[in-house]
């Protein structure tokens, strides 16, 4: 047949033309070869290991694979994306690693992946599981190479120091305190028992003790003694509720006076009217003592034995000359008050506290 044709070319095309024929086709053919080596791209694929090399007129990763039938599953690795496009001037190397299936076991629950990691280390920080220091794998280790439907079980291990103790009583001591009211304590460092202990390590794998050792036995804190203060000074409250803290007491004999000519000889008009002896003014609250028994300025509270209201608290402020020994004089607003006070039996309380100045608030004095 060719024969045929070729006698038939003969006959009907002169022998130049016939030649000039068959160079144009020549050169169509190898136009059209070095056309397509120029638009095509080299494209090696590495599929689990197994190389393949073709040329492709496809422009993307993914069109490449398409043409050759090639699929990716979401958990495969590929070292190029899919949307990426071809380079027409060197190889394209696609390395594909396929995922296999997984089952892992760790805090009791049981995960079914997919992973295309090479070792059980791999999978587990692939997955975002920490593992602790002393934690292991179940028949496996870190640098195990992963298998299709592997079973990796992760066992938690950890270990605690225990302790059985035995205490050692801590010792009470007292001691006084001056400033404290009479009656009252308190902790000033808090007592601690000693410890003796014995110390087992227990070691656990998920949750449940696997192991116990006995490490050693010692006295591990020495007891602190419990420091109590207790008050000592002496107080009581009045019937209006104040505390009166003092530090010494006197039974005395009290009378009265007013700032008036009877008693002071001093009229309103005199310089020094209602002037006591420390140059204060005479008040409610000011009384006339001996300063021999009672050093002026020192702050008293003066009861009233009985059911009679005290005359509260008061300053030693002023003297008098009959003001001798253990009598004091009691200073009132009106002599009328004096008349009704007379001279009765008092209980002085010398304050613990001289800085007090309560003696300014006693306004109403046995009221």
Partial sequence: MNGFYLTFFKRILPLKQLAALFILSALAVVSGVKLYDGISKDVKIIDNGKPIIV????NSVDQALEKLGITVRPDDYISMPLDASLDNDSMNIINIKRAVPVSIIVDGQLREVWSYKDTVEEVIEE??????????????????LVTADMVIRVVRVSEEIATEEVDIPFTVVERPNNKMNEGETQIIAKGENGVRAKYYKITYEDGKPV???FVNEKVVKAPLDQVVEYGTVMNFRNS??????????LNMRATAYTSSFEDTGKHPDHPAFGITYTGM???VGVIAVDPKVIPLGTK???EVPGSAPDYGFAIAGDIGSAIKGNNIDLYFDSREEVKK?????????ILNEQND???KDNTDACK
Avoid: C
Avoid at 135 to 143: I, K, S, V
Avoid at 240 to 249: A, E, I, M, N, P
């Fill in 55 to 58: 040329k492709t007129m496809s």
């Fill in 127 to 144: 997955n975002g599981i920490t593992l602790n220091p002393l934690d292991r794998f179940e028949g496996l280790t870190p640098a195990t």
């Fill in 211 to 213: 192991d116990r050792m």
């Fill in 240 to 249: 209006r509720g104040d505390l009166v803290r003092y530090s010494k007491v």
């Fill in 281 to 283: 003014r005479a008040r």
């Fill in 300 to 302: 008293l509270y003066v």
């Fill in 341 to 349: 006070w007379g001279r009765r039996k008092v209980v002085v309380y």
């Fill in 357 to 359: 100045t309560r003696w």
